[in-house]
Antibody
Framework: EVQLLESGGGLVQPGESLRLSCAASGFTFNNYAMTWVRQAPGKGLEWVSGITGIGGGTYYPDSVKGRFTISRDNSRNTLFLQMNSLRAEDTAVYFC???????????????WGQGTRVTVSS | DIQMTQSPSSVSASVGDRLTITCRASQGISNWLAWYQQTPGKPPKLLIYDASNLEGGVPSRFSGSGSGTDFTLTISSLQPEDFATYFCQHSNSFPLSFGGGTKVEIK
């Protein structure tokens, strides 16, 4: 079964850091670009970052550029999101998702994890 | 950056109704548009990609159309399991972005 499982969320104070993980199974992980998408409580979806299959290309919106870093370990079938200098507005459920077209740059997402909750509050 | 605007933001409808949701991009995105469905507490589910291609396993009552800046998602006959929130998303260029969502409620 194709599956993504996020972990690493929790409660942190503003300015602190957190590292999210997404464990992939059931498919050849290094053949797919991956992405992170977040959803603040009661709000819509916001794309947070993307990475190509071999990790050579990474992409971010301005809202997290310079604070968040996406990476992957293809030997461990795991995607990461390092989040530094966290702010209250980063509070959200963070989903990892798989690019439908494989090695194409991340753009359409056919497999999603259940999400991990991040709360930034003092 | 490309902004995606959905309308309506919410709608009340009945089982069996035909429903159309609109998504407008702030600039042309060719056919680089996807539609997702989300129910409370669940991750989004891909319905349509490249504006009009039905994802595998998605019922044929869902259809998508449009190109350039204007797109629509149509549900030909609403079923009880279709009451959810729908999001459009462009993949024309980075940064990717989603529409604000359309919540479909039972009348």
């Amino acid at each position: 079964e194709v599956q993504l499982l996020e972990s690493g969320g929790g409660l942190v104070q503003p300015g602190e850091s957190l590292r999210l993980s997404c464990a992939a199974s059931g498919f050849t992980f290094n053949n797919y670009a991956m992405t992170w998408v977040r959803q603040a409580p009661g709000k819509g979806l916001e794309w947070v970052s993307g990475i190509t299959g071999i990790g050579g290309g990474t992409y971010y919106p301005d809202s997290v550029k310079g604070r968040f870093t996406i990476s992957r370990d293809n030997s461990r079938n795991t995607l990461f999101l390092q989040m530094n200098s966290l702010r209250a507005e980063d509070t959200a459920v963070y989903f990892c998702a798989r690019e439908k077209m494989g090695l194409r740059s991340p753009g359409v997402f056919d497999i999603w994890g259940q999400g991990t909750r991040v709360t930034v509050s003092s | 950056d490309i902004q995606m605007t959905q309308s309506p933001s919410s709608v009340s409808a009945s089982v069996g109704d035909r429903l159309t949701i609109t998504c407008r991009a702030s600039q042309g995105i060719s056919n680089w548009l996807a539609w997702y469905q989300q129910t409370p507490g669940k991750p989004p589910k891909l319905l349509i990609y490249d504006a009009s291609n039905l994802e595998g396993g998605v019922p044929s009552r869902f259809s998508g159309s449009g190109s350039g800046t204007d797109f629509t998602l149509t549900i030909s006959s609403l079923q009880p399991e279709d009451f959810a929130t729908y999001f459009c998303q462009h993949s024309n260029s980075f940064p990717l972005s989603f529409g604000g969502g359309t919540k479909v409620e039972i009348k």
